[in-house]
């Protein structure tokens, strides 16, 4: 029989993570990053690989730090940038370059805050991100700003406005700023800006020659709120102008053409407990002028915009019907086309200067990423490096009507065997979110390996179906997203391969939510997993990262009638509790409350079990933690799904 990385957790967390490719100037070499387990497998370090971008010769390796590489960036010579922590640089990363015609690679500048991002133009301005403590007048003074709080031993941070953390990191005391990278040194290009650059989600861009970033900006509001507005800022001066501001909407991800005339952007129209959130790309120009708003009528999200070569057409990528393809977006009729005709799900991608050619990295639920190109006149997909393992498994397509009338399809991930698997039901997270990709936190193969079927349903609040679908359980995640759980679930145990006997429910962060909504409104499973969950919704809306998104949907009252704390009495179903303790996009508080709940009301055989990891966040990340938690979920799924014994991992002791 032959074996797969599938078989074996060990084998599994040892299989490289690919990531961010990006094309020389020349369109010869594409760099991306591979992450594989350091040698304890405490976590992963990220080198930096290269492949011919014809797919002609085969990747080789490039970096070999032990600290890892990241953020790759090409100057218009050839030479190539990255990030790195090298001995020198003690625990923040610093600017490296590998010169383009061979030798070791050198330090460029090295902040003492780090860097978070690189920008470089097409005439050679460099721009990092970087955090810097909010007195320090320029980097140098930062770095004696450190040396005295580490001296001293101070860890606290002052706050003086909303929000204090963000997923699993504190916001400050350091905030990010722009530098511009000289020959003699770092240039302060913004300033002290509080909280405008704090999000990886606003995003910023440099034109091509180097003279203008423009910049998603968060800026305060009342009780506590913000949103994203859109600057230009010069980078000789640092004179900044704002492109857009209104209280409706925020404006995310910007891209400036190639002549460096106008701005591309996606408009986020806000969202209240009576209104559904929106989203759609318009152009502004640069030097000031009308904003004209493109494919105003496409009922699909776009994200990530890039212009095109000849600055005639935009290409984004958008959820559609359980996949994620790229388009073409023309901008003078606003026309969108799909420029990928298959299952995948497309990041990180860009378009080749030559204009031929949009590379990318590729998934799908059955595929883990890799680097690829698209013809763009062809819209054809050509893999420039395979992995070398399958999965262990078929995936098909099952689809159901709910009761008002409404399409639900699901993915399903069987076994190769010819007996009845038993089923997962697996709820993702979001919740305006998809089955669409790759994942190696809740990867399904894994258990389809040990002779699972696992259910990856889009229900109501899914992205990829357009407005109305996610209207359907606006402020009521209790209702529609539940019942559509459900029918989808009868329709998958009518197949001959699924055992209907034995089931289980599992879901993370939204998904959790819902595994608990589950929990607490059906009998039907034997077997619940709920990771990072939401169970009190009056205590999780108040004490999460960005309160303020919450309360956009959710009225007090929503709040109280979606919130699954309110069913404890119900639940008979053996629950697993997964959490970890530096969550705060849903606070370690949920589950710890979920915990004492299902304790106080069990007998004292209480068939529930909690996984506390006391250093995780929202993501289980350490390679060794991933094999402790897929281990505890499959020992847990062996005793109620398939009536083994329990049987205590090893790695837990």
């Known amino acids: 029989m032959i074996r797969s990385p599938f078989d074996d957790l060990a084998d599994y967390v040892k299989l490289p993570r690919n990531g961010s490719p990006r094309l020389s100037p020349d369109g010869r070499r594409l760099v991306y990053t591979v992450a594989v387990p350091d040698e304890k497998k405490n976590r992963y370090v990220t080198s930096l690989w290269e492949v011919d971008s014809g797919g002609e010769h085969p990747a080789r390796r490039l970096t070999w730090g032990a600290e890892g590489e990241a953020n790759p960036a090409w100057t218009p010579d050839g030479d190539l940038l990255f990030t790195a922590k090298r001995p020198s640089d003690q625990d923040k990363a610093a600017l490296w370059l590998l010169p383009s015609g061979g030798g070791e690679a050198r330090q460029v500048v090295a902040p003492s805050g780090g860097i978070d991002d690189v920008r470089v133009s097409d005439s050679g301005t460099v721009v ?27 860890t606290a941070i002052l706050h003086e406005e909303y929000p204090i953390r963000y997923w699993d990191r504190h916001i400050g005391p350091d905030r990010r700023r722009l530098l511009v990278v000289e020959d003699n040194g770092l240039r302060d290009l913004t300033g002290h800006v509080g909280r405008a650059l704090d999000s990886n989600e606003t995003g910023w861009d440099i034109s091509a020659d180097g003279s203008t970033v423009v910049a998603g900006w968060l800026v305060a509001e009342a009780t506590g709120h913000q949103r994203s507005t859109l600057v230009a800022i010069d980078v000789a001066t640092g004179d900044r102008r704002v492109l857009a501001d209104n209280p409706d909407y925020e404006y995310v991800s910007p891209a400036i053409s190639p002549d460096g005339t106008h701005v591309a952007v996606v408009i986020l129209r806000r969202s209240a407990p009576d209104e559904v959130f929106d989203r759609w790309l318009a152009v502004i120009p640069l030097g000031g002028g009308d904003m004209r708003p493109l494919a105003g009528e496409w009922d699909r999200w776009p994200r990530d915009p890039l212009w095109t070569t000849d600055g005639r057409s935009l290409v984004v990528v958008a959820d559609d019907n359980g996949r994620a393809p790229l388009w073409r977006v023309d901008v003078e009729t606003g026309e969108p086309t799909r420029l990928t005709p298959d299952d995948g799900a497309y990041t990180d991608f860009q378009v080749s200067r030559d204009g031929q050619w949009v590379y990318a990295l590729r998934s799908a639920v059955d595929s883990p990423p890799s680097p690829v190109r698209i013809a763009l006149d062809r819209s054809t997909v050509e893999r420039l490096a395979e992995p ?121 962060s939204f998904g959790g939510y819902m595994a608990n909504w589950v929990a607490g409104h059906t009998d039907r499973f034997d077997a619940i997993v709920t990771h990072a969950s939401l169970w009190a919704m009056d205590q999780m809306l108040s004490t999460t990262d960005m309160a303020f998104d919450f309360t956009r949907e ?94 205590r991992p090893e790695n837990l002791g």
């Not at 970087?130 to 004696?144: F, R, V």
């Open 128 to 154: 990092i991100c970087s955090p810097l403590l909010p007195s320090a007048t320029d980097p140098e003074h930062d770095k004696e700003l450190r040396e005295l709080r580490d001296d001293a031993g101070i």
């Open 554 to 647: 959710m009225t007090d009252a929503d709040a109280e009638a979606n919130s699954p704390h309110r069913s404890a009495d119900a639940i008979s179903t053996p629950m697993l509790v997964i959490h970890g303790d530096k969550d705060y996009r849903v606070p370690i508080g949920e589950s710890l409350r979920l915990w004492w709940d299902l304790s106080s009301r069990a007998k004292a055989d209480s068939p529930h079990k909690f996984l506390y990891f006391p250093d995780e966040n929202h993501w289980i990340l350490k390679p060794n933690h991933t094999m402790v938690w897929y281990s505890t979920v499959f020992a847990f799924l062996a005793q109620h799904v398939l009536g083994q014994p329990w049987q």
């Open 388 to 508: 070398d393992y399958e999965v262990p498994g078929r995936l098909e397509e099952v689809t159901t009507t709910a009761a008002d009338g409404t399409t639900v399809r699901a993915w399903i991930a069987l076994p190769q065997s010819t007996e009845p698997a038993p089923l997962l039901l697996w709820i993702h997270g979001g919740p305006y979110m998809t089955w669409n990709a790759w994942t190696w936190r809740w990867n399904p193969w894994l258990a389809v390996a040990r002779g699972y079927a696992v259910l990856l349903p889009d229900p109501a609040l899914s992205s990829g179906y357009g407005t109305e679908f996610i209207r359907r359980g606006w402020a009521n995640w209790g209702g529609a997203p539940f019942t559509d759980l459900m029918s989808i679930t009868d329709e998958a145990l009518e197949r001959p391969d699924v055992d209907a006997s034995r089931t289980a429910a599992l879901g993370g």
